[in-house]
Nanobody, 123 residues
């Protein structure tokens, strides 16, 4: 059974950091691009990071560049998203998703999705 499971979310103060994990089972991540998305209440789901299968290309929108870092450990079949300097506007449910090889900014082009992990930034 193909599955992605996110973890690591929580409540953090502005300026704090979190490390999110996305563990895959039922398939290996070696040939898959992994994207991280987030969705805040009342807003559309947006892409915040992606890493292609070969790790050659990564993607970050301007809103998170310099604060978000994506990485992967294929031996553990896990992808990580390090989030630093958190802001209240980063509050959202964060999802990881997988598609074959190349990144896409469109959530419609991803084949597998996790259930999401809540990140809340508040003092």
């Amino acid at each position: 059974q193909v599955q992605l499971v996110e973890s690591g979310g929580g409540l953090v103060q502005p300026g704090g950091s979190l490390s999110l994990s996305c563990a895959a089972s039922g398939f290996t991540l070696d040939d898959y691009a992994i994207g991280w998305f987030r969705q805040a209440p009342g807003k559309e789901r947006e892409a915040v990071s992606c890493m292609s299968a070969t790790d050659v290309r990564t993607y970050y929108p301007h809103s998170v560049k310099g604060r978000f870092t994506i990485s992967r450990d294929n031996a553990k079949n896990t992808v990580y998203l390090q989030i630093n300097s958190l802001k209240p506007e980063d509050t959202a449910v964060y999802y990881c998703a997988a598609r074959y090889f190349y990144c896409s900014g469109s959530n419609r082009e991803y084949d597998y999705w996790g259930q999401g992990t809540q990140v809340t930034v508040s003092s």
